[in-house]
């Protein structure tokens, strides 16, 4: 592969007696989106905020496009972009003065590469106005401008969709995936929303408790047997511990539903009326609500029911008018891997 | 280089392009051009009219609220109940012939000496016949043991009572003269009338006798002087500052002579620090006695004590202001989140704490010579090129004259100095605590207190310990010349006796105090996760 662009070894940060950040080591490669998750408290944003030189390490090296951040400080953060949290800017000034006062501290005067991260993150129409009127949404947007005005070797962004809208997410994930897979920026990204890092990410990092737990391409992430591998290597009780932690900590997940139960499989029907369809199943004795393992989304179903009565649910379906847009048994998805990795930890 | 100064532009452009900046400014534009304007209506003691004439209604006005005031000393705080009755009774007898004379010749009225004799006779006519003034004597009291009451409680208030009716006649007769001079429109006649008057009022007793030793001397003077206007001398506060001018003199002549300082609260011994002080005080009030430079209640208005009111006012509204902008320059950032912008920046935190206080240094700077031209352009504007100030300093025992202008932007820099020295505490409560609520109070509340402090040093200057406290010391322009500082303590009663500790210390003070609060400021920002 490709050169690292940012190397941690040994990154040690304790808060008083907390250890919050233990010895991390960690590579982000050119041309790489490495996702960064963890649930809250693991550590995250206290790494990326002692990458771009926020916080102070206690122990370990950064290095930064070769150059170790704390000897070769301006040089390492030169060709670093990030976005911090929420990215906060002057709100007295308005989004292009933020923009053009953080690209003369990078020695970028040129009002063509303004323009155009502007057009890129597509705020020429707000670009103008203070900051204080942006919503968050507006904010992220102009944050990225900011953080790739000039052209960064290395962006990290903490949790970029914060605010966004689905369409903004969407630009998101275009725009990363161009600037690493085209101009070869290595991009390290931490977010919450989980079912984004799988469409954005090539790697991810997966942190708890200040450790690095494992390092994996997406793909591997999703097949059973990579999760079986991960589940040896965090013990032998990990699995038994995901299903308590798991009812108890969807709420952080909240833009993806809970985990059903793992003894029947769960179908994704995909409707246009969801709702009624569900009735009609009901009244056709094929679910029971009581049941709890019902999930209704906008636009389909996800149900638990035994495979041997599927035939069944098409033609009940098609003979009260639903058309069946999708069936598919639903994915074990990186949901669940990822509680099952981090089950065991707690939120400090 | 460049990195630095993107990030001092940013920051003066936080520091101006806002609502508060622009408050300020109007504040500093507004108040001073009000109160100048209203000084020169006449305002403050409203002794004058408009084109510098006297308001003998004022006057009047003023005289009469001075002796009810006596008169409710006299009634409230004399605990003899005897010394109550006949002060009380001297008192209303003043104010009812006074009155009477101010009804007849406002114009005698008005002026100083005429009250003087007023209440002189009216104090002989009491004393002389205490139940025919309307005294409420006990009735057992004869007369002369009334007299014998009254040296024991005044001693030595009249050496031989035979001679009571011939100083009563003898004041009456003055009262004559008096009005005859007037008539003549000359001084001259008047002062060595009041010479002569006053050569015997420290009969009145020791309580008096400063007072109008003072006085004595003081017309002393003004009797040999030719160039002395009629104005002044019938000026109130002419008058006053002649005579603490001839004291101070004396003061200082007698300290060099006994090698005991007096010139301060409590004397002490003179060192030769000091004494070379006192060299260059005595050649500064010889100027000012040599070359009339008393202030005057026409100055009052017009002169020094209406650019130093307005100086006093500026230098609040930019102490506040400025302690506020220093206290929220790191904390406002952090608590807000946008110094984010600056540490994701390849720039080392040291620069972002240097353009923060270079631009700190360039608003007080900009402020401090925006008022001081400010305050020229009123004096010339408002008062005219005549009103304009002066001050004369000294150096090794010999005066000379400070132009105005100079002068003004001498004090404008010592005052630049307090700011920063301000400016350096606020912004280092600001980096140590990163709340801007509670440093902004600390900062405001230092500034008021050093405020007080500054009284206070002046006065008990001779304790040493004091002097090594926080800004005490910044009047640096005091080894050199009366500063701003300096000049308002002494309008305010309060006779300056700073200058004492040697310039090399107070340099010294002054650089390390700021070197700390630099030094802590910028540990806070750059040593500390944020």
Known sequence: MMENRLELRGLTKRFGKRIVVDELDLDVRAGEILGFLGPNGAGKTTTIKMILGFLFEDAGTITIDGHDLRRDYERALSSVGGIVENPEMYVQLTGRQNLELYARLHGVRDRARIDEVIRLVGMEQRINEKVRKYSLGMKQRTGLALAIVHRPRLLILDEPTNGLDPAGIRHLRDILKRLAHEEGVAILVSSHLLSEMQLMCDRVAIIDQGRLIAVRMVHELETAQDLDMLGAVLGADAAAAATDAAGGRVDDYDRTPPPPAPQVPVWRIDVAQPGQAAAALEAAGLFRPAAGDRVELPRSLHLAIEPQAMLQVQQTLLANGHVLLQLRRDQESLEEAFLKLTANSRIE | ?530
């Open chain 2, 1 to 530: 280089m460049h990195k630095l100064r993107t990030l001092y532009r940013n920051e003066l452009y936080k520091i101006f392009r806002t609502r508060l900046m622009l408050i300020v400014v109007a504040a500093l534009l507004i108040f001073p051009l009000l109160q100048q304007l209203g000084r020169r209506q006449g305002g403050g003691d409203d002794l004058h009219h408009a084109d510098g004439s006297w308001n003998h209604e004022a006057l009047i006005a003023m005289y009469d609220e001075r002796i009810s005031e006596t008169l409710n000393f006299a009634r409230s705080d004399v605990e003899d109940p005897l010394y109550q009755a006949l002060e009380v009774a001297v008192y209303e007898n003043t104010l009812a012939s006074y009155r009477e004379l101010a009804g007849r010749r406002p114009e005698i009225a008005a002026r100083n000496f005429a009250l003087d004799l007023v209440e002189r006779i009216s104090r002989l006519t009491v004393w002389l016949d205490p139940e025919a003034a309307g005294v409420d004597l006990p009735a057992h009291l004869p007369a002369t043991e009334l007299i014998a009451r009254q040296q024991e409680i005044i001693p030595g208030i009249y050496e031989d009572p035979t001679r009571l009716p011939s100083e009563r006649e003898a004041a009456e007769q003055q009262l004559a003269q008096v009005e005859a001079a007037l008539a003549d429109g000359s001084h001259l006649p008047y002062a060595e009338l009041m010479l002569s008057i006053l050569g015997e009022a420290s009969a009145f007793g020791p309580e008096s006798a400063g007072f109008y030793a003072g006085r004595r001397a003081c017309y002393a003077h003004l009797a040999k002087r030719a160039d002395v206007s009629v104005d002044a001398l019938y000026d109130p506060y002419y008058i006053d500052n002649t005579a603490s001018l001839l004291q101070d003199i004396s003061d200082c002549e007698r300290s060099l002579a006994d090698g005991i300082d007096y010139t301060r609260r409590l004397p002490r011994a003179l060192s030769p620090q000091r004494e070379s002080d006192i060299k260059d005080q005595l050649a500064i009030h010889r100027y000012n006695l040599d070359h009339d430079l008393i202030s005057s209640s026409y100055d009052q208005n017009h002169g020094e004590s209406a650019y130093l009111s307005s100086w006093m006012l500026v230098l609040f509204i930019l102490a506040v202001y400025i302690s506020i902008v220093a206290a929220s320059l790191i904390s406002s950032e952090i608590e807000s989140g946008s110094i984010k912008l600056l540490i994701i920046a390849p720039v080392k935190r040291w620069r972002i704490y240097a353009a923060k206080y270079l631009a700190l240094i360039t608003t007080i700077v900009t402020l401090s010579l925006f008022s001081w031209a400010w305050l020229q352009l009123l004096q010339l504007v408002i008062h005219g090129t005549q009103n304009m100030p002066v001050t004369v300093a000294a150096r090794n025992g010999s005066a000379y004259l400070l132009p105005f202008v100079l002068r003004n932007l001498l004090d404008t820099a010592c005052f630049a100095l307090k700011l920063l020295f301000y400016g350096s505490f606020a912004m280092m409560m600001s980096g140590l605590l990163r709340r801007t609520a509670v440093s902004v109070g600390i900062a405001v509340g230092v500034a008021f207190l050093d405020f007080i402090a500054t009284f206070v040093s002046y006065n008990i200057g001779w304790q040493y310990w004091f002097q090594v406290m926080p800004f005490i010391n910044l009047d640096l322009g005091n080894h050199f010349y009366p500063t701003l500082l300096y000049r308002s303590m002494s309008f305010l009663g309060m006779p300056p006796n700073a200058a004492y500790i040697p310039l090399w210390f107070a340099v010294l003070y002054i650089v390390g105090f700021l070197a700390i609060f630099i030094a802590t400021g910028l540990q806070a920002l750059t040593k500390r996760d944020i």
